[in-house]
């Protein structure tokens, strides 16, 4: 991290020196003209992070204001195959529920095979119109960010912290061998936040993760 003798004035262009710094209050004030600015702000607006690569299909991103938000849809593909599978299941259920009501109702086997194939093929639209008009929302800020998933408006939002040392990383529960992978997040209350959102695709959990850690809290120098 820079130091204070790599900064100038805003104001008048003198070099901060150490002794200017204010931990405690995170503000920085000019030794020459008595000008004071956030330290955290000044580190940030002269930091040059390399450009963030461009973003996966189906990740749209918006900046605005030192923030950034990440929206994530299901690809058509998966949104068709979904809706396939539940065209197939569906006429399954439709020929076991004729037959539930012709000659055949008396077999006892066959009704509750029909139920169980109902409740599934209600289970699957739900989940075809979650893929079709669902979204996951990401947005970061300095130092917190907060996570959407839902259809809309309606769904559930959750906050976390991006603290300054977290290891914001994609892992893998179950180990290599575990196709299921998940953004950990580190939280001072020593639980990490965890989330995949439904997001099945490496990439796009690789770049919400690479988002996530340049947006981790600046930490204060310490004066000795």
């Not at 995949?196 to 988002?211: N, Q, R, T």
């Amino acid at each position: 991290m820079k130091q204070p003798g790599q900064f100038n004035c805003p104001q008048c262009g003198a070099p901060f020196s150490a002794a200017d710094v204010d931990a405690a209050q995170n503000t920085v004030t000019c030794g020459s003209c008595g000008h004071a600015v956030p330290w955290n702000s000044l580190v940030r607006e002269n930091e040059s992070p390399a450009p963030l690569p461009t973003p996966p299909r189906h990740l749209t991103v918006q900046k605005e204001d030192g923030k950034i938000t990440l929206t994530y849809r299901h690809s058509r593909f998966k949104v068709l195959l979904s809706l396939g599978f539940a065209l197939v299941w569906g006429l399954i259920t439709l020929f076991l529920l004729r037959l539930s009501l012709g000659p055949a109702k008396t077999d006892f086997a066959l009704p509750v095979f029909t139920t169980f194939f109902a409740v599934s093929e209600a289970f699957i639209i739900f989940i075809c119109v979650d893929m079709l008009l669902g979204k996951v929302v990401v947005r970061a800020e300095p130092g917190r960010g907060a996570l959407f998933r839902g259809i809309g408006p309606l769904g559930s939002t959750w906050t976390f912290l991006l603290p300054m040392q977290a290891d914001v990383a994609v892992e893998r529960p179950g180990g290599d061998g575990d196709k299921y992978r998940r953004i950990s997040i580190p939280q001072p209350s020593g639980r990490p936040f965890y989330f995949s959102g439904g997001i099945s695709e490496p990439d796009v959990l690789e770049y919400i993760a690479l988002v996530l850690r340049r947006f981790r809290a600046l930490s204060l120098i310490h004066i000795s």
